[in-house]
């Protein structure tokens, strides 16, 4: 029996992130991790807290002097949260605009920010936004080399960076030691910097280690301060992106997050590449360009694997990132000039202003989730038909924007979040793709980026008149296979992740005759959100209280003895849906997170936090249990696992679930078998099987596809009725 992390939050009385760092770090036994979310052991106890000091709150400087109001789009990038998340806000009381409709003035949003970063405030501490986090650590997934990665270390516990000037200086010294290691020169000590500058040099890498130095401070005080940094060693490994980790793990990682770039872990790099080599043919021939290339892990890569560094670019927005890229290549290649590096990898805005010549391959990580400024949406909107809706998401951009920048015949592999697929927001870049290329390859990776909750791909498109998915080699954990018959995409999702047998099973499901939908059929409610569990939710009865259910509490066609009450005060909680769905006569309870679809019938109108959700099927001539044992089925649970691969149960994907209309004497034989089951105290896994043969007859699956789908499930938690 498992439990989600929100479930967790409330039985350990702690924050909903520091269980995620608790499963992170192993600390929770038995806590695994599908689809992106953290399952967790029901009988799980609250580990020792061993940590030594809270993380500091980022110090944060807003504004400038101008005068003029926030609207409550400012305040969102300001605080990097979400408009949905300001609203609630600003329902609740939480923050109150004080100039005109949803508009704040910049003093009382700096009063604001002080009273979040004051440990006193307990306001909005529970549901702090992890962009606010502050802090350096440690990116240990960007590099294999274990020295490397222990020189970091000891730079962090050193502490003697105070801004990028500093981090800067000790950059030019590490690039300094692999000039000398890579040319296989000797040095006498660590701290090199100075006296290589000093020299006389007329070398190309010189130019490119002053580009990176700019006007960095090397007085003899500041040089005296970082000596300790300096005289540290970094090892010299061909194709490894030392001065990328050294970099991206003394930058700030609350700064990281808000310019939405995730750094690529140095297996996820092999991987894409490994694909481009199976799938492109003489890559060593061809033009690949990185248009958001960062320290260039992607380029020093292709160099070490035979690919001609005169035929690698790359471009990135960060001044940085594109300096250390060059140094980078001119390790690997010591023939190449800086004036050739300099005009292959430049600085800029991708978006807005590229390279002016196509190329045959285009690779890379695009940024996630950037905040970007009203005047960039602005732009946007005018240049980019995925620039729609009222969240524009970076990566669909540089989707479409890449796309322009292949040759007629070119290659995109990008390392994408798996939401592109399948999420109604990212329709937009879904029908560009459809339009105009075919798929190559795809990876189902899951959660890559340390500290990043969101399961990615590594996608691999060709633009070409196929427009076609045959051949694509789809790989997902340690399932491999090709796609051979065609895939039709009509519905504008991209199901990829399904075998041809797999995929003929969801046809003929989707298929079946006289098939009616909940969508526009039924009523759907969330859990309440307290916004403060501690105040409204206890674990014993009192006079005041009355039960309230968990996803936890749900199983199929049966709930737990309820072990948790509440307060019911709805004006005073953050989420809740309208009273009346709660006190409905009848109606369907299912858990929002879960391996498996897990339904169960509730007729005492109790209500439910938001790990526990509702419906109320309202299709005429279709009994609620009828629906329920549709929603419990085996069928249902793979068509949810293959169209959406989620373990969040969204609404959209009820929606789409295909029940049978059935004569009112089959629903009748159905509703038996479910108050049987609900009622029985025998077990009922026997029972459960043979209603789930019933389903399967209803849907016309053969004896192959039956096989297919039980297979699918295998070795997954049914969560049926405990006796």
Not at 234 to 247: F, M, N
Not at 254 to 265: E, L, N
Not at 370 to 379: F, G, R, T, Y
Request: charged share 25%; with cysteine.
């Amino acid at each position: 029996m498992y439990i989600s992390v929100n479930d967790a939050a409330t039985k350990f009385n702690i924050s909903k992130r520091r269980v995620q760092i608790l499963c992170e770090q192993g600390r929770i036994a038995g806590a695994n991790m599908v689809s992106g979310v953290w399952l967790i052991p029901e009988t799980s106890t609250k580990p020792e807290d061993k940590r030594k000091k809270a993380v500091d709150v980022e110090q944060l400087s807003l504004f400038d002097e101008s005068q003029q109001p926030l609207s409550a789009n400012d305040v969102c990038r300001e605080l990097s949260i979400s408009y949905a998340t300001i609203k609630n806000w600003i329902r609740l009381g939480k923050i109150t605009p004080d100039v005109g409709d949803q508009c704040f003035s910049r003093e009382y949003i700096s009063q604001f920010l002080e009273e979040l970063k004051s440990i006193e405030n307990k306001k909005l501490k529970s549901r702090r936004n992890k962009r606010k986090v502050s802090g350096k650590l440690l990116y240990k997934d960007y590099v294999d080399s274990s020295a490397n990665q222990e020189l970091v270390v000891e730079l962090l516990d050193l502490n003697v960076i105070e801004n990028h000037s500093d981090l800067l200086i000790i950059l030019a010294n590490f690039s300094v030691q692999l000039y000398y290691q890579s040319r296989k020169m000797a040095y006498s000590n660590n701290n090199v910097l100075l006296d290589y500058l000093s020299d006389n040099h007329t070398d190309d890498f010189f130019k490119l280690v002053q580009e990176l130095l700019d006007d960095s401070n090397l007085d003899s005080v500041t040089i005296k301060r970082l000596s300790p940094a300096l005289s540290k060693h970094i090892q010299y490994i061909r194709g490894e992106d030392s001065l990328g980790l050294v970099y991206i793990s003394l930058q700030d990682v609350g700064q990281r997050k808000r310019s939405g770039s995730y750094f690529t872990p140095v297996a996820v790099v092999n991987r894409l590449i490994d694909e481009l080599c199976e799938n492109v043919d003489d890559l060593s021939h061809k033009t690949l360009c990185d248009p958001c290339c960062g320290t260039g892990n992607f380029l020093i890569t292709l160099a070490s694997k035979g690919v001609a560094c005169s035929n690698l670019y790359g471009q990135d927005i960060d001044p940085t990132c594109v300096h250390l890229s060059r140094i980078n290549l001119a390790l690997i290649d010591p023939l190449i000039s800086a004036k050739d590096i300099c005009s292959r990898v430049i600085i800029g805005n991708t978006l807005f202003e590229t390279f002016a010549q196509r190329f045959d391959v285009i690779l890379g990580n695009p940024p996630w989730g950037s905040a970007l400024s009203e005047a960039d949406i602005s732009k946007y909107q005018v240049c980019f038909k995925t620039a729609v809706g009222k969240s524009i998401d970076s990566y669909d951009l540089f989707v479409e924007k890449t796309l322009s920048m292949l040759n007629s015949d070119g290659f995109l592999a990008f390392v994408l979040p798996e939401a592109l697929l399948n999420v109604a927001a990212h329709d937009s870049v879904r029908k560009l793709i459809l339009n105009s290329c075919s798929f190559r390859f795809v990876n189902f990776i899951g959660n890559v980026f340390s500290g990043v909750q969101c399961p990615a791909i590594i996608l691999g498109i060709a633009l070409n008149g196929d427009h076609t998915a045959i051949g694509c080699s789809v790989t997902n954990g340690d399932n491999r296979f090709v796609i051979s018959y065609p895939r039709k995409f009509d519905d504008g999702m991209i199901t990829l992740n399904v075998s041809d047998e797999e995929k003929k099973c969801l046809d003929t499901i989707s298929s079946i005759k006289n098939a009616v939908y909940l969508k526009d059929n039924a009523r759907f409610a969330l859990g309440i959100v307290t916004g403060s569990n501690k105040d409204y939710i206890f674990s014993e009865k009192r006079d005041d209280c009355e039960i309230v259910l968990k996803g936890s509490d749900i199983q199929k066609y049966g709930i737990e003895t309820p072990e948790n009450y509440i307060r019911f005060l709805p004006k005073s909680f953050q989420q809740v849906a309208p009273i009346e769905a709660y006190r409905a006569k009848e109606k369907l309870l299912y858990r929002f997170i879960c391996e498996v679809p897990v339904f169960a019938y509730d007729n005492e109108q109790r209500l439910t936090l938001n790990s526990c959700n509702i419906v109320i099927p309202e299709i005429d001539g279709i009994n609620m249990k009828y629906v329920l044992a549709i929603l419990n089925s085996s069928v249902a649970a793979f068509y949810f696992s293959k169209r959406f691969n989620s373990v969040k149960l969204l609404r959209s994907h009820i929606e789409q679930m295909p029940i049978p209309m059935v004569s009112a004497e089959v629903q009748e034989r159905i509703i038996r078998a479910v108050d049987t089951i609900m009622n029985s105290t025998d077990n009922t896994m026997a029972l459960y099987s043979i209603l789930d043969n019933t389903i399967m007859d209803l849907f016309a699956l053969n004896d192959e596809q039956i096989k297919t789908i039980r297979s699918s499930l295998n070795g997954k938690n049914l969560f049926l009725k405990k006796n």
